[in-house]
């Protein structure tokens, strides 16, 4: 896969310079251009007008030093003709996936899902919390919530563990027998 060139800060204060001399000016130029390649990308169609507008800002910088010095006129100008080579381009790649929708709520998950609120009501408010509190987030910031609560809570993150995986093993327990329950009766 070719590697994608990244806009260096260099690239952009040349950009900005062929804008206006005036740096405030330039910022004005270019939030002003960015805005209308989003709005060209978006009455187009696009379904990331953000990203492609990026893009075509990244292409016209990466040649910068070439145009900057020959190129007579509006700079907007260009910049839209380079938007519509790369929307051009995004008609040829393959669109993304479109997720699949989410299958729709079974009966039997209905039931589970009662059967673990009544359990979930059964538990004190203490463990209640606890066991919310602990499976909310993920990746890293459940990773860094799990140290908070623990903090929180004056114990160890291993005594946290051990709490949590009990209240875990008396709810799954308590949905198993409500489900037993209902297939019985």
């Not at 990026?54 to 839209?80: C, H, M, Q, W």
């Not at 946290?160 to 209240?167: C, D, G, N, P, S």
Request: hydrophobic share 35%; net charge neutral.
């Amino acid at each position: 896969m070719k590697k994608q060139w990244e806009l260096t800060q260099e690239s952009f204060n040349q950009l900005l310079a062929w804008f206006d001399p005036n740096p405030e000016q330039a910022g004005r130029k270019y939030e002003e251009i960015r805005f209308r390649l989003i709005k060209i990308f978006t009455c187009r169609g696009c379904s990331v007008p953000e990203d492609l507008a990026d893009e075509t800002i990244n292409r016209v910088a990466k040649r910068i030093s070439e145009i900057a010095a020959t190129y007579v006129g509006d700079p907007a100008l260009y910049f839209f003709g380079v938007a519509n080579n790369v929307h051009l381009e995004s008609l040829r790649r393959k669109p993304d996936p479109v997720p699949p929708l989410p299958p729709e709520p079974s009966q039997e998950s209905e039931l589970e899902y009662q059967c673990l609120e009544q359990c979930m009501q059964q538990l004190s408010p203490k463990s209640r919390e606890l066991i919310v509190q602990y499976y909310q987030d993920e990746k890293r910031a459940k990773i860094d919530h799990r140290k908070e609560l623990a903090q929180k809570l004056g114990i160890a993150l291993n005594a946290l563990r051990i709490q949590a995986y009990r209240i875990r093993a008396s709810l799954q327990e308590c949905v198993f027998q409500c489900l037993q329950a209902a297939a019985a009766g």
